[in-house]
């Protein structure tokens, strides 16, 4: 068998690129500039740097002002409720301070005059308006000789003329003969008691001159003890 040896010739394919086109492409591909995003992100104005300080500055101002802001109002808060429990405590202490007081005088009572009298002014002092005087030997005493600690225990009394005081009472020994009812009447003209002692037991009163004058021995005499109104 014989083999034939054919030459086959293709021809070119058809293509619409032509060498200008590939040129221009290329020096298109080669020349052209990176996307305005990126060259924005690697190369940035020398203006764009201070703002952005600036910007972080005035933040940060802002976060120390309102922190500032937060800590006084902090501050401020305990300082006025410090100074709301002082007051409060200061006002309770005198409130108690005041009822105690109350309750001290309402129980006690305020100093009568018949406490003062026949103690020491060294301690009490005297009552001057219920007639206590302070006397030598610094007790509590009626002003003179002639007056009397009430029986009633509200101040001094001073004994009408010719009455005397025997042991604290004012008494009157008549001169002149007056029978039982007359001689209650004679008393309560003076505001006083008609009374019957022995003469035994106004011996250790009565001094020795008004027992030999006025008083005889086994005799009762009509005593009139003292009660007399203020005024007398």
């Given at each position: 068998?014989?083999?034939?040896?054919?030459?086959?010739?293709?021809?070119?394919?058809?293509?619409?690129?032509?060498?200008?086109?590939?040129n221009?492409s290329s020096r298109?591909?080669?020349?052209?500039r990176p996307?305005t995003?990126?060259?924005m992100?690697n190369c940035q104005?020398?203006?764009?740097?201070?703002s952005v300080?600036?910007?972080?500055?005035?933040a940060?101002r802002?976060l120390?002002?309102e922190k500032?802001?937060?800590d006084?109002?902090?501050?401020g808060?305990?300082v006025c409720?410090?100074?709301q429990?002082l007051?409060?405590?200061?006002?309770?202490?005198i409130l108690?301070?005041?009822?105690l007081?109350?309750?001290?005088?309402?129980?006690?009572?305020?100093?009568?005059?018949?406490?003062?009298?026949g103690?020491?002014?060294?301690?009490?002092s005297?009552?001057p308006?219920h007639?206590?005087?302070?006397s030598?030997?610094?007790i509590?005493?009626?002003?003179?000789t002639?007056?009397?600690w009430s029986?009633n225990?509200?101040?001094c009394?001073?004994?009408?003329?010719?009455?005397s005081?025997?042991?604290?009472?004012?008494?009157?020994?008549?001169?002149?003969?007056?029978?039982w009812s007359?001689?209650?009447?004679?008393?309560?003209?003076?505001?006083?008691?008609?009374?019957?002692l022995?003469?035994?037991?106004l011996?250790?009163s009565?001094t020795?001159?008004?027992?030999?004058n006025?008083?005889?021995?086994?005799?009762?005499?009509f005593?009139?003890?003292?009660e007399q109104?203020?005024d007398?």
């Amino acid at each position: 068998m014989e083999h034939e040896f054919r030459e086959f010739s293709t021809s070119p394919l058809p293509s619409s690129i032509t060498t200008d086109e590939i040129n221009k492409s290329s020096r298109m591909a080669r020349y052209e500039r990176p996307p305005t995003a990126v060259a924005m992100s690697n190369c940035q104005s020398p203006t764009t740097v201070p703002s952005v300080n600036s910007r972080q500055t005035e933040a940060e101002r802002r976060l120390l002002l309102e922190k500032d802001i937060s800590d006084a109002h902090e501050k401020g808060f305990w300082v006025c409720r410090l100074w709301q429990l002082l007051l409060t405590l200061n006002i309770t202490i005198i409130l108690i301070t005041i009822v105690l007081i109350l309750l001290l005088i309402f129980i006690i009572g305020p100093l009568s005059p018949y406490k003062t009298y026949g103690q020491s002014c060294k301690a009490l002092s005297c009552n001057p308006a219920h007639g206590l005087v302070c006397s030598t030997k610094s007790i509590c005493l009626c002003p003179s000789t002639d007056s009397y600690w009430s029986r009633n225990e509200t101040g001094c009394r001073r004994c009408p003329s010719g009455w005397s005081i025997v042991n604290g009472k004012c008494i009157f020994v008549s001169t002149f003969n007056l029978n039982w009812s007359d001689a209650i009447t004679y008393c309560k003209s003076f505001t006083a008691q008609l009374l019957t002692l022995s003469t035994t037991k106004l011996y250790s009163s009565l001094t020795l001159s008004q027992i030999n004058n006025l008083v005889s021995s086994n005799t009762n005499y009509f005593i009139g003890l003292s009660e007399q109104p203020s005024d007398s």
